[in-house]
């Protein structure tokens, strides 16, 4: 069995002397694994980084084999991120969750579309990267089922005045219906819920509001998702909030 796709690579580990076995994200077929012979010694080795975007070709014997994989760099994206703390660390994050609770050879293109946006985004350094990296936590929830609803109040069925987030379903609250617990509710994403019923990243996103939207998203993955696997959830994933070195003033 063989394939030919474009891919991102969002993990890597050496195996013996001088190989690698490098994880990816394809467009058209999802996330595989291959081996690079010799992959150490040869004189390109700085494309299999991790974030690159690649054009590769895997084949095995058969489709359960782990397999082997060639590999063409199209964009050395992780050239243009390793001396920018956040970007590194939004990279590292986000590959990092995304080899753990993606399962293997599922297709999954709206996964793909969201970390190619993201990783270009950086690439041209557009400022509007730091929107993606929170979309994509948020898109990913919802991905795999655990989708934050914040389209009404969970209490009432209002769509104004919604104010909190329940912290163990996920919901939207509403001011009113919230007042009293106030103090056990995650107080809503002002961007995050503008996105939610607009489905466009146009909306303001202040660097509190992406810290706090940070918050949002690590608390539900860790809850909803990694509640699920073995793997702890990435370290570098909760120093991400400080790389944007947010004012402790203004937290």
């Not at 753990?100 to 557009?126: F, H, Q, S, T, W």
């Not at 400022?127 to 990913?140: H, P, Q, R, S, T």
């Not at 219906?177 to 056990?184: M, N, T, V």
């Amino acid at each position: 069995m063989e394939w030919q796709d474009q891919a991102i690579i969002i993990s890597k580990q050496i195996q013996g002397n001088s190989s690698l076995i490098i994880k990816v994200i394809s467009y058209n077929h999802g996330i595989y694994k291959g081996m690079i012979k010799g992959a150490k010694n040869h004189k390109n080795n700085h494309v299999y980084e991790i974030g690159n975007l690649i054009s590769c070709k895997w084949r095995a014997r058969t489709d359960d084999h782990l397999g082997y994989i060639k590999v063409e760099e199209d964009i050395n994206f992780s050239s243009y991120v390793m001396y920018n703390k956040s970007k590194l660390y939004s990279l590292l994050s986000i590959a990092q969750i995304l080899d753990v609770v993606l399962p293997e050879r599922v297709i999954c293109m709206e996964i793909y579309k969201g970390l190619y946006d993201l990783l270009y985004a950086m690439y041209n350094n557009n400022d509007y990267w730091k929107k993606l990296y929170l979309i994509m936590e948020f898109n990913l929830l919802s991905y795999l089922g655990f989708g934050l609803d914040l389209m009404k109040c969970t209490v009432t069925n209002s769509k104004s005045d919604l104010a909190y987030i329940s912290p163990k379903s996920g919901k939207a609250v509403s001011s009113k219906a919230g007042y009293d617990y106030r103090d056990k509710l995650i107080p809503i994403n002002n961007f995050l819920l503008n996105y939610a019923k607009s489905n466009n990243i146009d909306h303001e996103l202040s660097l509190l509001d992406l810290y706090n939207g940070l918050n949002i998203t690590r608390f539900f993955l860790k809850k909803f998702v990694f509640s699920e696997f073995i793997h702890k959830f990435p370290a570098i994933r909760n120093k991400l909030n400080e790389s944007f070195e947010l004012k402790k003033e203004e937290i």
